[in-house]
């Protein structure tokens, strides 16, 4: 398993950005399929967006296609979502997930690897 560190998330306006990101700890992701997602309040996990290492698929949400972006560095060891446009009910909890893979997943149960998570909360 890869360890995962996520960072970037807090408070933001209603149609504000936040950038998030999602290192791999003493890893990269090269081979690898990086998924985010989220958890809002009561609510089940649900995918926002994945791609395979090299950034040549990607897959997105409906609900966030047109405002949220995923994208990796050069070094492959850090994996971002650029939010924005962002809502009130985008507040969650978005975690990072990651396999060995070169297709992109859009389920829990596919990914090994997560990270703990970082808070982003929508005020309107």
């Known amino acids: 398993q890869v360890q995962l560190v996520e960072s970037g998330g807090g408070l933001v306006q209603a149609g504000g950005s936040v950038r998030l990101s999602c290192a791999a700890s003493?890893?990269?992701?090269?081979?690898?399929?990086i998924g985010w997602f989220r958890q809002a309040p009561g609510k089940e996990r649900e995918f926002v967006a994945g791609?395979?290492?090299?950034?040549?698929?990607?897959a997105y949400a409906n609900f966030v296609k047109g405002r949220f972006t995923i994208s990796g560095d050069n070094a492959k060891t850090t994996v971002y979502l650029q939010m924005k446009t962002l809502k009130p009910e985008d507040t969650a909890v978005y975690y990072c997930?990651?396999?060995?893979?070169?297709?992109?997943?859009?389920?829990?149960?596919?990914?090994?690897?997560w990270g703990q998570g970082t808070q982003v909360t929508v005020s309107s």
């Open positions: 791609m395979i290492h090299s950034g040549s698929r990607t």
């Open positions: 997930a990651t396999r060995w893979a070169s297709r992109v997943f859009t389920t829990i149960e596919e990914y090994d690897s």
């Open positions: 003493g890893h990269t992701f090269h081979g690898y399929s």
